[in-house]
């Protein structure tokens, strides 16, 4: 929400129409659900994840990592709603292998906005932890929700869950239900989601076509392969489709820019 000039009359009815609309999200979320965005992201091979990390201390880096997520998230949401500046407004949920991070769609934000925050954290959370030797890959759905601690219900989570993992790299692709909101959003291009004709997904599944931008440089990128012990068939098309599209000169138009930073 940004201001806009607006008199201090109306900037104050704002404030107030979000403080309602907290309130009431706050009463309700006990018992109903609530709509917004979701975006789930899991790191790749955490089963062996201490068995390739030689010299290192995988789990006090994830650690450190998950808790710098979380400030980021707090960061970049305050921007998006400064007048909910005191109050968490997004959450973030970490379990084992799996990020899980809601924002509700609160006044009058559009679903789109809310989408280039997710894309913006997203895109924050992949450069963040390749530089780190920490692939991770993910899906931001638009759905209803509701969260209890560690515990998630909706069919916004069912959505975002059955599809974060069918992209085969290391990336974020928008879910169904988010590609509608992009295809019927009015405003204009949204920072950091693009679409990429030839997004790699798992056999057997529908294609997506809109995903987060993101850059790393080519040294950084070699340097995750290198902790990769070997590139098995399994596993090796991840990280050559992650190539491709970074560095690749398919669908690298103005549009789409993947080779950019």
Known sequence: MEDKGLEHEELQREMNEVADDLSKHAKEKHYSLQKGVITFMDFLGWKGLWQNQAQRNPLQEVSTLIQQIEQIVDE?????????????????I???DTIAIFTPKICHAETVVILGLHARI???????????????????AVGQYNTKDNIMIGPGIDECASWHETCNWIGVHLTPSAELAMKNNSSGDIENIVIRKNIPVKKGYPKVTYCVKWYVEKNEFKNLTNHVQALLPEISGKYMN???????????DAKDGFSKK
């Open 76 to 92: 970049y949401t305050k921007e998006v709603f400064p007048y909910s500046a005191r109050l968490k407004l997004s959450k973030l």
């Open 242 to 252: 992650t190539y491709e599209f970074l560095y690749g000169e398919e669908d690298t």
């Open 94 to 96: 970490s379990i084992s």
């Open 122 to 140: 997203a895109r924050f959370i992949l450069e963040e932890c390749v530089k780190q030797s920490y692939p991770i890959r993910g899906a931001i």
